[in-house]
């Protein structure tokens, strides 16, 4: 079993920051990609960024610019710095891990979400 644990979520205005965190624990051989995805009320789940075990990284086009993901592999965390927020980004904000685990069975696991609401 691998667990995933956001934090950082909050009520900000428009323009501020948040930084997002996202820890994985349990039976972790290794982790591959490291994603970050939003819903919002009434819309369908969308991928914002993702970034890959060798670092490398793409973005919402929504996001670009403004965004940024990062990945501590030694702490299993990955991480979501949110600049230049707008209400529109106002969302549930989910961690999405896939990877080996100690048993050699591949997995994907969700984190429990994270509520994002920035106000105009």
């Known amino acids: 079993q691998v667990q995933l644990v956001e934090s950082g979520g909050g009520l900000v205005q428009a323009g501020g920051s948040l930084r997002l965190s996202c820890a994985a624990s349990g039976s972790i051989f290794r982790l591959n990609a490291m994603n970050w995805y939003r819903q919002a009320p009434g819309k369908q789940r969308e991928l914002v960024a993702f970034?890959?075990?060798?670092?490398?990284?793409d973005y919402a086009d929504s996001v670009k610019g403004r965004f940024t993901i990062s990945r501590d592999n030694a702490k299993n965390t990955v991480y979501l710095q949110m600049n230049s927020l707008k209400p529109e980004d106002t969302a549930v904000y989910y961690c999405n891990a896939q990877g080996l685990t100690s048993a050699n069975r591949n997995f994907g696991s969700w984190g429990q979400g994270t509520q994002v609401t920035v106000s105009s």
């Open positions: 970034i890959t075990s060798g670092g490398i990284t």
